[in-house]
């Protein structure tokens, strides 16, 4: 069974774009803690 798609919204992109680049919290923990692909995340920088 597939895993169900989590369509962050900018809001929730701004707070974990802040916690990696404010509070210097890695990009592994985050995507750890939020479960998304470093790619996705890089993603995120770029498109905000």
Not at 7 to 18: A, G, Q, S, W
């Amino acid at each position: 069974m597939r895993k169900k798609r989590h369509n962050y919204t900018p809001e929730e992109k701004v707070i974990i774009l802040k916690r990696h680049l404010v509070d210097h919290v890695a990009v592994s923990d985050l995507c750890d803690e939020y479960q998304l692909q470093p790619t996705i995340f890089y993603c995120f920088a770029l498109f905000l």
